[in-house]
């Protein structure tokens, strides 16, 4: 190869440096630069070009005059006197200069454009200055002027100032967390070098934006609160007119189902608050497989479980084998991570070519005889009770699910007839065709002939008869079947209903727990309760006389020697001049005088010799596992006693909390529904016996509360059914709520006092001359006879001692206040009786809800209505699902096993470590051990605190409360029991 140049041919090695001075080089300035041009390429600026001197016959030493090329950006904001600094723009010309001192000024409009130092590029030939401010009158035709040495250069239509403006923006509210899109319309947005957004002090990332529109993506802002949305066009600012209003982050109370199959597509529900100012929820697994939710209300979120890839999925229907996910929900900006979910197998259903899972397929076709349809299959039940999930088509048509098992699933068509139509299975996103189905028509061919008779006609008749009994006896069993259904869907929608609202209630509750705590009982009136809780007297101090303290001082001596006391104790366990309630006093009052004197090692080590004793005669007597079952003597006391002392603290620390949720739970359910003043029955019971017999329609009242130290009102809901007696006693819980129940004045105490306006004041009460009276009997007053409505004011006075209004005995027209009649008399004290008193001074002569038979003049008792307990099931089971999650977790609280942070206390531990000694010992079996353990703490300490959390806690336990604590106790005595339960249909 060869290199020529002209004429001449380089044929030998050289370093050579090839140019051309045209290149890179427009214009004069770039050509006479030393930078640019350096002066051994010997280029020099040739009439209109950047040539080599060789070539050029009328080189010029100095260059001529700027000349602009170009302006960034092409517009400017007006100023409306927010910025501190203006717009920054770049002019680009030909011939600016070789620096930037040969620049003189930039003026735009005859207003100086300030040069920024250091921004002169020689290689594009450019500078920046910072534009001056200029209004809409002053800058209606810009031009550029650049004043160099070399002279003047001007050029208009290159630079426009404009004015931005904000007309609105979408939406209005977003979350503090951030990750709300702003839409903000307007008129040329596109204004300046570059633009961003500020809601507040946070900034909002611009992810689109046109001349008209600007889209943007909020940050987290620092607090709460109206903020403006603010749009920067370089260093010029425009404001809207309305706020931004940022909301605090949603709250999730309540998160329901924690299952979905494979597939995904199952609903999970999701209750809290402030979903309103939520644009998009999404629900994530593994970090990046994600589903979008649907906000149907303020408070509740649906979303559907994402599918789970199938290297994940569990082989089997194990529960121990389901994946655990960790799933979040996104709110915008705001992540929750919800407790682990559990991802399960997906159901198997045999389609109708599987010939061996079904009985009459022809040619893949289902012959059904019966609008009945019967799928078979596995593990059909893996993610729970999901009937609500499962969607059955035929021919397009729904299949109203009626059962559904592990192994198959029975629905019902809608259609009266069919044939060869196709039935798929739908659950969240799995999805299966299983083939076509049809309906048997039986056609009866009757051969005419003398031949057959009579005998065909019978054989025809006894076969209608049999075929039609039989399909009455389908259809009855499709009408329980679906009876059933609704009976069970009716339940769960209950209950459902009642658990989001009862976690919203006690949302508030769990609050001021942290804030206030509990009103926990203390040690000395704790000990007293549980030791002396059957009995009305207690042990007081009283100061003796001399002669008395030396016979108390020497005794007390005498207790403290260990072969007296044992001996002591043994004497007045085999006397039979003591009586158990005697025997169980100086128990307790032994166990007192221990602590006082500070001597609890001593009497632990008095109770291990009492009990061994006690096990080796029970066990010489053949009776074992009745060694603690008892409580009759002064050894199971002692044991009793000391174990609730030893269990305070442990209490406090791991089972208050939950046992207090628990009590509220209850509390709050059951005042959510009719209960009655004089039997004390509800309309939430977990007990038959004690179920509100009568339906009681109601609703749901909100009172505004006269607070009478300051004068605030609090607002508190009541029942339209309650008496005057209950809805004080819901209004003392609202005003002292976590407040020592022994702190607060008794209802009987206080009056309540209707305020309405000008109309004056009414004292209510239970029993007026205006009760509804039926036979002998007198209805007590509620707020529905007094007509009270949402919105009324009540206030909590000391108790009157002469009502101040007589009421009209007429009350059919009664519509608020302004019906009254007033007389100017007053109320017989007398007449006025409470519901807690009108068991002891009238007996059974006023009723609430339900009016009991009395008897007639013969004696005997009036005839009433059969009531059928089972049909009152639904709503006791409805109470225990509602209340269930607080009782497990109590149940958990105490069974838990131990770990880091939680253990036995260390005596509790040393006495099991005993009585597995004595086992060893008399070489009795593992389950009479068990049993001891179960005796000693399970049914003789955790039942008595679980039936009384008022030994623990200052706080009421109403007769329904009590009711629903010993269904619960006696659940976690079976729980703990070591023998198998066996249930009967009675």
Not at 347 to 371: A, C, K, M, R, W
Not at 387 to 393: A, L
Not at 664 to 689: E, F, M, P, W
Request: charged share 25%.
């Amino acid at each position: 190869m060869q290199v020529q140049w002209s004429s001449n041919v380089i044929d030998q090695e050289y370093e050579l440096d090839l140019y051309k001075c045209s290149v890179n080089r427009p214009d004069c300035s770039r050509c006479m630069s030393k930078v640019i041009t350096p002066s051994m390429y010997e280029c020099v600026w040739c009439d209109t070009s950047c040539a080599y001197t060789g070539t050029c016959n009328n080189a010029v030493d100095v260059c001529g005059p700027p000349e602009i090329r170009n302006i960034i950006p092409p517009t400017i904001a007006f100023d409306v006197g927010m910025a501190t600094t203006h717009d920054i723009i770049k002019v680009s010309a030909y011939n600016l200069g070789l620096n930037e001192s040969n620049v003189l000024s930039i003026n735009v409009n005859d207003k100086p454009c300030d040069i920024i130092s250091g921004s002169f590029n020689l290689y594009d030939q450019s500078i920046m200055c910072e534009a001056p401010k200029c209004t809409i009158d002053e800058c209606t035709d810009v031009g550029v002027v650049i004043i160099s040495e070399a002279g003047n250069s001007t050029i208009s239509n290159k630079l426009s100032y404009q004015n931005p403006e904000i007309t609105n923006f979408t939406p209005e509210l977003g979350i503090q967390a951030g990750g709300t899109t702003v839409n903000i319309n307007g008129k040329l947005l596109g204004t300046g070098s570059h633009r961003s957004v500020k809601i507040g002090e946070a900034d909002c990332i611009i992810t689109s934006e046109t001349d008209t529109t600007i889209i943007c993506s909020t940050t987290e802002s620092a607090s709460e609160g109206r903020a403006n949305v603010t749009v920067y066009f370089g260093n010029t600012t425009r404001k809207s007119s309305k706020m931004f209003n940022i909301t605090a982050n949603p709250m999730v109370s309540l998160g329901l189902s924690k299952k979905s199959i494979c597939s995904g597509g199952l609903e999970v529900t999701i209750v809290g608050e402030n979903f309103d100012a939520v644009q998009d929820v999404t629900m994530v697994i593994l970090q990046n497989i994600t589903e979008n939710c649907t906000i149907e209300q303020n408070v509740v979120v649906v979303c559907k479980t994402p599918r789970l890839p199938s290297r994940h999925c569990p082989t089997s229907c194990d529960e121990d084998e389901a994946f655990n996910a960790d799933m979040q929900v996104f709110f915008d900006g705001y992540v929750y991570n919800m407790s682990t979910f559990k991802y399960v197998l997906d159901p198997i259903y045999f389609t109708f070519d599987e010939s061996e899972h079904y009985d009459d397929v022809n040619d893949g076709t289902l012959q059904l005889l019966s609008n009945t349809l019967s799928l078979k299959g596995k593990n059909l039940k893996c993610a729970g009770n999901v009937e609500k999930e499962v969607e059955v088509k035929v021919g397009g048509e729904i299949c109203k699910v009626v059962s559904l098992t592990e192994i198959m699933l029975s629905c019902t068509i809608i259609q009266s007839s069919f044939s060869n139509e196709l039935a798929t299975v739908t659950q969240g996103n799995y999805y299966v065709e299983l083939g076509k189905v049809s309906l048997k028509t039986t056609e009866i061919w009757i051969e005419l002939g003398a031949c057959l008779g009579t005998l065909v006609v019978l054989v025809v008749i006894v076969i209608c008869v049999l075929k039609k009994r039989e399909n009455k006896a389908k259809e009855g069993h499709k009408k329980v079947l679906l009876e059933m259904d609704n009976m069970v869907e009716a339940v769960q929608s209950q209950a459902h209903e009642a658990i989001a609202e009862m976690a919203l209630n006690l949302d508030d509750l769990e609050q001021d727990l942290d804030g206030h705590g509990m009103p926990f009982r203390g040690p000395k009136e704790y000990a007293m309760i549980m030791m002396f809780s059957a009995y009305d007297a207690r042990p007081t101090e009283f100061d003796a006389n001399e002669h008395i303290g030396d016979g108390l001082t020497e005794f007390s001596r005498l207790l403290m020697n260990r072969d007296f006391l044992l001996t002591f104790v043994e004497v007045i366990n085999n006397s039979n001049k003591f009586s158990v309630r005697e025997k169980s006093n100086f128990a307790s009052l032994l166990a007192i005088e221990m602590v006082v004197e500070d001597k609890l090692n001593y009497l632990t080590s008095i109770l291990e010799a009492l009990v061994r004793r006690h096990i080796e005669h029970m066990v010489t007597e053949r009776k074992a596992k009745q060694v603690l079952r008892r409580n009759e003597g002064v050894t199971e006391k002692l044991l009793s006693n000391w174990v609730c002392l030893c269990m305070y603290s442990h209490l406090q620390e791991h089972n208050a909390r939950p046992l207090y949720l628990m009590y509220q739970a209850i509390r709050c359910y059951v005042n959510k529904g009719a209960v009655d003043a004089i039997t004390h029955h509800s309309q939430h019971s977990l007990s038959l016996n004690t179920l509100l017999s009568v339906k009681s329609l109601y609703e749901e009242i909100t009172l505004e509360v006269i607070n009478s130290e300051d004068g605030s009102t609090l607002r508190v809901k009541v029942l339209s059914c309650d008496t005057i007696n209950q809805a004080k006693e819901k209004i003392l819980d609202a005003l002292f709520k976590n407040k020592p129940y022994s702190k607060r004045r008794p209802a009987r105490d206080v009056d309540l006092d209707w305020q309405h306006g000008a109309a004056g004041h009414l004292v209510l009460r239970d029993l007026d001359n205006t009760s509804k009276v039926n036979g002998n009997k007198k209805q007590l007053n509620t707020l529905e006879h007094f007509k009270i409505k949402s919105g009324y004011r009540i206030a909590l006075v000391p108790k009157q001692k002469e009502a101040n209004v007589r009421i009209s005995q007429d009350i059919s027209g009664l519509n608020g206040l302004e019906n009254l009649a007033f007389n100017g008399g007053a109320f017989d004290p007398e007449s006025v009786i409470y519901a807690d008193e009108i068991d002891l001074e009238l007996g059974s002569a006023v009723y609430h809800l339900v009016d009991e038979p009395e008897e007639n003049a013969g004696g005997k008792v009036k005839q009433k209505k059969r009531k059928i307990d089972e049909l009152s099931f639904p709503r006791v089971l409805s109470t225990k699902q509602t209340i269930l999650e607080y009782v497990q977790t109590m149940f958990q609280s105490i069974l838990q096993p131990a770990s880091d942070s939680h253990s036995l206390p260390l005596a509790i531990q040393y006495m099991f470590d005993l009585l597995d000694r004595e086992q060893r010992k008399h070489k009795v079996g593992q389950d009479v051990l068990k049993a001891w353990k179960n005796q000693s703490l399970c049914e003789r300490f955790w039942v008595t605190v679980i039936n009384n959390p008022e030994n623990l806690f200052d706080i009421p336990k109403t007769h329904q409360v009590k009711d629903a604590l010993s269904v619960i106790s006696n659940a976690f005595t079976d729980s703990c029991s070591t023998n198998q339960l066996h249930y009967s249909k009675v």
